[in-house]
């Protein structure tokens, strides 16, 4: 599987003395959770700065991780590792605009890159009058794992000969919940794909339905404390993903 054991192996990661170990493993933080972060700016600034500006700010917390050990520090007995990197955050942007003379600074080429976000997330990115910058933070992190698990998902299909059940899963259970349109008939789908019956596809695509939420759960209990908060998660996820 393509996903980390969890948030907290990779933190721990971050603690050994294999300078490539904890450079894959602040790569993979970053690639995780740098669209939440940018949400999460974009939010919390109200307006006041740009996203541009927001880029810069995720980048420059990257780099104060980075050198300053501040992901290493992350303790598993507070609390779940996305809440402790959105308080850091949060801190650094309250310390940033208290000390708005200080240069940012980022690496070579950048942590983030708002062009490639933007192109992968859309509008996802973009900040919501209702939520609070928490709620952005938390909505694309489960969008991002969302698509991270659906790519998965089509890999392992495409590698057992079951593309046509991947497609008829996004075509009856994804595709019609984020477009708003009704989902196609079993009997279309048939027509459209040459499968002999209705009763095939249903099969088709509630085998490949429980697959994939199986799949998810198993990448959402790596940070839940309980069966019972992973499937509540779970729900969360899918709600954001589909609905939102």
């Known amino acids: 599987m393509n996903f980390p054991t969890t948030q907290w192996n990779i933190v721990e990661a971050l603690k050994v003395e294999d300078e490539e170990a904890r450079r894959q493993a602040q790569g993979e933080i970053i690639g ?37 050990g501040i992901l290493a520090r992350a303790d598993r007995a507070r609390g779940k590792f996305r809440s402790f990197l ?26 983030v890159s708002l062009a490639a976000l933007t192109a992968e997330f859309g509008s996802t990115l973009e900040p919501r009058t209702t ?36 497609q008829l899963f996004l075509r009856h259970d994804v595709k019609p919940i984020r477009d708003g349109t009704s989902a196609p008939t079993y009997g279309a789908l048939a027509e459209e794909c040459h499968l002999p019956s209705e009763n095939a596809v249903n099969k088709m695509v509630l085998a490949a339905r429980g697959d994939f939420r199986r799949l998810l759960l198993a990448a959402i209990s790596r940070d839940c404390a309980s069966p019972e908060e992973a499937q509540a998660e779970c729900e969360l996820v899918l709600a954001t993903a589909l609905h939102s």
């Open 32 to 68: 995780i959770y740098g669209a939440p972060l940018l949400a999460f700016a974009l939010r919390h600034s109200h307006g006041t700065r740009s996203a541009e500006d927001c880029e810069d700010l995720v980048n420059d917390f990257f780099l104060r991780c980075v050198e300053g």
């Open 86 to 111: 959105a308080t850091s955050f949060k801190y650094y942007i309250s310390n940033d605009r208290r000390s708005s003379h200080t240069q940012r600074r980022r690496p070579s080429g950048g942590f």
């Open 131 to 166: 939520e609070t910058a928490e709620d952005a933070f938390n909505r694309v992190l489960r969008r991002s794992l969302f698509e991270r698990v659906l790519r998965e998902f089509g890999n392992r299909c495409r590698a057992s000969d079951r593309e046509t059940a991947f």
